[in-house]
Nanobody, 122 residues
Framework: QVQLVESGGGLVQTGGSLRLSCAAS????????MGWFRQAPGKEREFVAA????????DYADSVKGRFTVSRDNAKNTASLQMNSLKLEDTAVYYC???????????????WGQGTQVTVSS
């Protein structure tokens, strides 16, 4: 199993930036894809971005493409989500997720962090 802990959330004004981090522990010696999801109040959880084991394969939701960048450092067992040009609608709890394997899907993640709040204000 993989345990995940997010950090880096907070309050930011529109147009600002935040960087979320996710630290993985446990059985990290196998290839695993890392994903980021978010859930706004009253809405379902949605896919944000994902990155494959080598870091060369990434996927982004259309709503964040060009503004968010996902990365990972396998030596440190961490993943990051750099969020720029933040909008009010980016306000949500952001979750880090992981699944074993090399594909980069938008669903089917088995392991989840506890989430970190991101609030964008005008």
């Amino acid at each position: 199993q993989v345990q995940l802990v997010e950090s880096g959330g907070g309050l930011v004004q529109t147009g600002g930036s935040l960087r979320l981090s996710c630290a993985a522990s446990g059985r990290t010696g196998y290839s695993y894809t890392m994903g980021w999801f978010r859930q706004a109040p009253g809405k379902e959880r949605e896919f944000v971005a994902a990155i494959g084991w080598t870091g060369g394969n990434t996927d982004y939701a259309d709503s964040v493409k060009g503004r968010f960048t996902v990365s990972r450092d396998n030596a440190k067992n961490t993943a990051s989500l750099q969020m720029n040009s933040l909008k009010l609608e980016d306000t949500a709890v952001y979750y880090c997720a992981a699944r074993y394997g090399v594909v980069v899907p938008r669903m089917g993640y088995n392991y989840w962090g506890q989430g970190t709040q991101v609030t964008v204000s005008s």
